[in-house]
């Protein structure tokens, strides 16, 4: 933590443009071998052209990205502690909303979609502001709200983005009840049918910010372990000491900080 208060305090001086820290070309990753022939049959295909993923930084998945590298990076890391502690889901979140946690849950998934013998599912949990699909490009016919609402079926959510071991299930609409529903038996029982469906699959769930409401400390009981983004030049010392604080008792896995510079780059 010391690290990260020493990159925060620094920032308030000099800040850097760039969403992504670089890193060293250090990792091996096993990508690109498909373990099986999956065929979607239910979920509804995406098709978003390399161009305008790289519009969106969603990079993971390119190789001649230097960025991507930080992701490879940060997947091992996580499949390391989650498969040590046989967990198979994961929530990201952090102190406020516009701090790239959606972007580091996107790109995390993709970048562990793309190792043999894994498949992902991310869930976009933010009931007030989903945007994972606007990552994506798309416009989804249902979403998560629709579900929990009782007006549409599990099978009608999945969308598989361009990415072949990778599946969706995003947000549609807006709800001032997000907290209630997030904690309804309704969406208990979803969370323990997705972790039993498959014994491949990672869950990753983007939930809203710790300072702005009580929805992801409502939700995060029901997930394996989590993940806290903050901010270089935006989230300060205290928003990060309360929401580590926030989330003692939850299995915290890390921290990243995003838009860090070689120099203060911690993945904690």
């Known amino acids: 933590m010391d690290r990260i208060k020493k990159a925060l305090d620094k920032s308030r001086t000099r800040k850097r443009q760039g969403d992504l820290p670089p890193a060293p070309l250090h990792v091996a990753a096993r990508e690109d071998q498909a373990f099986e022939d999956i065929e979607y049959t239910q979920s509804r295909r995406v098709d978003v052209p390399q161009a305008a993923l790289s519009e969106k930084r969603l990079i993971a998945g390119n190789r001649a990205d230097p960025r991507a590298t930080g992701f490879r990076i940060l997947r091992t890391k996580v499949l390391q502690t989650m498969r040590e502690n046989d967990w198979t889901s994961i929530a990201v979140t952090g102190p406020t909303s516009g701090i790239g946690k959606t972007l580091v849950a996107i790109n995390l998934a993709i970048s562990i979609s793309r190792e043999v013998n894994q498949t992902v599912l ?8 989903p945007s994972i699909h606007q990552y994506f490009d798309f416009s989804p016919d249902f979403g998560l709200l629709d579900y929990l609402r ?12 361009v990415f072949k071991r990778l599946v969706l299930i995003p947000g549609r609409g807006s709800t001032g009840e997000s907290s ?15 972790k039993n469906r498959y014994d491949s699959r990672i869950i990753v769930f983007d939930l809203p910010a710790l300072l702005d409401t009580d929805d992801a400390m409502v939700f995060l009981p029901n997930v394996d372990s989590t993940l806290m983004v903050v901010e270089y030049g935006r989230s300060t010392h205290s928003e990060a000491q309360d929401s580590l604080r926030m989330l003692e008792g939850t299995n915290l896995i890390g921290t990243v900080l995003n838009k860090a510079d070689e120099e203060v780059r911690d993945y904690h």
């Open 122 to 129: 991310l869930v976009d949990a933010d009931l007030r502001h």
């Open 150 to 161: 009782g007006d549409a079926e599990l099978k009608n959510l999945f969308v598989n983005p």
């Open 180 to 194: 209630e529903l997030l904690s309804s038996p309704r969406m208990i029982n979803l969370v323990k049918d997705l």
